[in-house]
């Protein structure tokens, strides 16, 4: 029987497999979507299914570059011990390379594009997928940067305790391959969250105004002197969240922005992932868990 493209995509969401994987299952079982199941199942193609509800926040930043282009990738597993294993890192690298060349514009778009040395028809979700069986955790592309240095510009690269933190940072008005580089291993140490304080939000600056304000009048401090403390503490407010105005680690005399300057440049933009930074952790608790199985 003719299986439709419907009922193959409920049966990749169901089980995770590979679209031809499901084609097949569908066919060997006339179309019946239990036994298509129980099919995949049996051949252990399912398998990573079984995954899909832990929680994967350990992983890898990974970084790769082409002459003038660059991509930085967070790809996320379970544990921290696959984030050591070579295929688990032979992955990230041939992700990272396949989203460079194809250049998608979100992650959705990234899976759902053909995957060099896949089969007939498979996708670069399918290849995640495969290795999810092979591996034995859940893993998963978390989100990627792709950066490109035009005419004089350049960027940067730096990846931090093996690939715990990784970012890529732009300068433009300069070529200094060092400078950029010594920008993006500042912004791994300090975690800047924006260039310059324009960028920062008017709603968030005001918010940190009122914040301050209250705590300088708890203070009992007089009025009239109030509103001066206020812009004072907001300005160490700005050196904590702008790059261009914190210290630089390399030369604590000088500013980021001042840095850059003096090699005839400014910061363009910048891309840091620590992986699984805001992903909320499981905690297994053994103890309760082993009881609650003697309790059946």
Aim: charged share 35%; net charge negative.
């Amino acid at each position: 029987m003719a299986i439709s493209a419907k009922q193959v995509k409920e049966l990749r969401e169901k089980t995770g497999a590979g679209m031809m994987d499901c084609k097949k299952a569908l066919s060997e079982t006339d179309g019946d979507m239990e036994k298509a199941i129980d099919f995949l199942r049996e051949k252990g193609i399912a398998k990573a299914a079984k995954k899909a509800d832990r929680v994967a926040a350990e992983g890898l930043a990974h970084i790769v570059t082409e002459e003038n282009r660059a991509v930085l990738v967070e790809i996320n597993s379970e544990t921290d011990f696959v984030s050591k294993n070579e295929n688990f890192i032979k992955m990230v690298d041939e992700v990272a390379r396949h989203i460079l060349n194809n250049n998608p514009s979100t992650v959705e778009e990234a899976l759902e594009q053909s995957f060099e040395g896949e089969g007939e028809g498979e996708t670069l979700q399918d290849f995640i997928t495969n290795q999810i069986a092979k591996i034995g955790e859940k893993l998963s592309l978390r989100r990627f940067a792709v950066v490109e240095g035009g005419e004089n510009e350049v960027f940067g690269s730096y990846i931090h305790m093996g690939g715990r933190i990784g970012v890529l940072s732009v300068l433009e008005g300069t070529t200094d391959e060092q400078a950029a580089k010594d920008v993006a291993m500042h912004a791994a140490a300090l975690n800047p969250k924006y260039v310059s304080r324009d960028e920062v939000a008017e709603e968030e600056v005001n918010r940190e105004r009122e914040v301050l304000k209250q705590q300088a009048m708890s203070e009992g401090k007089p009025e009239n002197i109030v509103e001066k403390m206020v812009e004072g503490r907001l300005g160490k407010f700005f050196e904590e969240v702008c790059l261009n105005e914190q210290a630089f680690v390399k030369d604590g005399d000088q500013k980021v922005g001042k840095y850059v300057a003096s090699k005839g440049g400014k910061v363009k933009t910048f891309y840091r992932f620590e992986v699984g930074e805001g992903i909320e952790k499981r905690e297994d608790n053994f103890a309760e868990e082993v009881m609650s199985q003697v309790k059946k």
